[in-house]
């Protein structure tokens, strides 16, 4: 059956107002951020800590992220439990009787959404592409009667729950290995067993390299990674876009096997030639929305992954770049400062050796989810064409 379609304009919510925390500075706000979606939870934030004015939100609202949009973030703005619930600017706020919540989360989640908003981006790249919310309320949903939608909704909110079970396995699998990690070599914030500390910039093999940026040109077609290669638990070298042209005197542009690569918009770093070197990498180019980094002999890469995740390290990197908006901006002299803990390199590769072999299951793992998630897009593809 096909369903009615509707505008998503006339669901978008109108009057929503705005409260500038600071002025409250003793009261305690939920605060519905782009960071906090990422972790999983709103922030719990005394007025005085919220640096900037705030959307009003409440609770059953759908909030989409306009902000780097090809990461999907699409949230449902749960129970206030006594606090004010405000919300990023940077979301665009659904709000309507007659559309129910979850339903509108999995709608805008779908590939079909997704291929419809690409077309409509403003902005020259990487992390300052943004949604157009014109743009978006253009874009049309399906609308099936309300008990239809959440019929749809419960069943993909099955596949969800699928894919959860095996996200928390695979949680449980990366905090056995931070155990072990602990046990070996003791909290780096604390440093208990004294190994000494060297900035980043010191285990560097070469110096820290930006990628290319829109206005590159010159004679030689490449692929060139998009932001999600990066954004994502494991590093995806499928995604790029060829056609794009790099300087031929630029080599530091391309992708090595030995290098590391940080996402500028949250921090994260992936190894690029873990095991083999993925073939579809060669004659590669990197974004300017990637910084990439080489280590030298002193410094084990398995180690400095697991580190690099630890909370001592990852709240350095915060506070170095968290904005005022709530986003994050990594540059070089912030990576370059970063403060290490360096065993010796014996036993970091004896924690590589021991990291390899529980990888390999958490490999499998994700191999798994992949299939499901290729599975659950196809499905939400026919609930949202009627045919489910």
Known sequence: MRWPLEPLGAFMAERRGTVDPSRFPDEEFQL???PAFDDGKPERLMGSEIGSAKQVVRTGDVLF?????????????GP?????????????????????ARYLRHFLLTDGFYAQIAKTLAGVGGSLMRARPSEVAKIE????????????AAILDKTDAIRGKRDQAIKLTNEFLRSIFLEMFGDPGHNPKGWPRKAF?????????NGISPS??????????TLSAITGRVFDPGAAKTGLFVEPTRPEKFVDARDFLICRGNGNLHLVGRGKFPARLVDTA????????????ACDKHYLELLWDTPCLRQQIEQGARTTNGTFKVNQQLLEGLQLPMPPLKLQKEFGTIRDSIQATTHRMQVQE???QSLSSALATKAFAGDL
Do not use: C, N
């Open 32 to 34: 519905f951020s782009i």
């Open 201 to 209: 910039a010191e285990i560097l093999s070469i110096p820290l390299r």
């Open 286 to 297: 990197f974004p300017d929305t990637m910084i990439a980094a080489r280590v030298g002999l």
């Open 80 to 100: 206030a439990d006594g606090a004010r619930q405000i919300g990023s600017g940077e979301w665009i706020v659904f709000r309507s009787p007659t559309l129910d």
């Open 216 to 225: 590159s040109d010159g004679t030689i077609p490449a692929r060139v990674l």
């Open 141 to 152: 949903i399906p609308l099936p009667p309300l008990q239809e939608q959440k019929r749809i």
């Open 65 to 77: 992220s306009r902000i780097v949009p090809h990461i999907r973030r699409a949230w449902i703005v």
């Open 370 to 372: 992949k299939e499901h």
